[in-house]
T-cell receptor
């Protein structure tokens, strides 16, 4: 079967750094996505990785290792507005997105 | 430059009624996806459509659920004879093509079955 695993909840302090991990087992791989979803709102696109390595975009970076079936999202200089759920999704061999359950990130002052 | 629009935003139905959820994709996007999300859970793929075609409906229950994306007009997700377990947020997303790496999400329709 297809499986995406990420921690259910994480807590971090404003101004700090947090790393959210995602491991996956899917039938084929055509890219990994990270989305941010605030409570009661639609998911918004954060990053896309298809090759191994680190993609940096401002305060957010995403890393991929295809051989390990592993990715992480790194958030730096955390702000209160970063409190949200972070969804990891993998596009499989049929180009369908398989979604993890999301990691709820709580930022404390 | 409108994004994905969904209506209604909130829908309340009694058990046994029909629910009709509408999605207008980003202008020029011909690929539409429907997802269901239960509280505190991730998104569950339901169906993938292109104009006038259902490409993949593997995530959609065989009974009571149907979806369409006509040549003209919005995509419709239809749930007949709703039950309490259908209460969820239903999100629509669109993309310009299969290989496009981003899906643009609408604000969702929150269905409550009483």
């Amino acid at each position: 079967g297809q499986n995406i695993d990420q921690p259910t909840e994480m807590t971090a302090t404003e101004g700090a750094i947090v790393q959210i991990n995602c491991t996956y087992q899917t039938s084929g791989f055509n890219g990994l996505f990270w989305y941010q979803q605030h409570a009661g709102e639609a998911p918004t696109f954060l990053s896309y990785n298809v090759l191994d390595g680190l993609e940096e975009k401002g305060r957010f970076s995403s890393f991929l290792s295809r051989s390990k079936g592993y990715s992480y999202l790194l958030l730096k200089e955390l702000q209160m507005k970063d409190s949200a759920s972070y969804l990891c999704a993998v596009r499989d061999s049929n180009y369908q997105l398989i979604w993890g359950a999301g990691t709820k990130l709580i930022i404390k002052p | 430059n409108a994004g994905v629009m969904q209506n209604p935003r909130h829908l309340v139905r009694r058990r046994g009624q029909e629910a009709r959820l509408r999605c207008s994709p980003v202008k020029g996007h011909s690929h539409v996806y429907w997802y269901r999300q239960l509280p505190e859970e991730g998104l569950k793929f339901m169906v993938y459509l292109q104009k006038e075609n259902i490409i993949d409906e593997s995530g959609m229950p065989k009974e009571r659920f149907s979806a369409e994306f006509p040549k003209e007009g919005p995509s419709i997700l239809r749930i007949q004879q709703v039950v309490r377990g259908d209460s969820a947020a239903y999100f629509c997303a669109s993309s310009p093509g299969l290989l496009s790496y981003e899906q643009y999400f609408g604000p969702g329709t929150r269905l409550t079955v009483t």
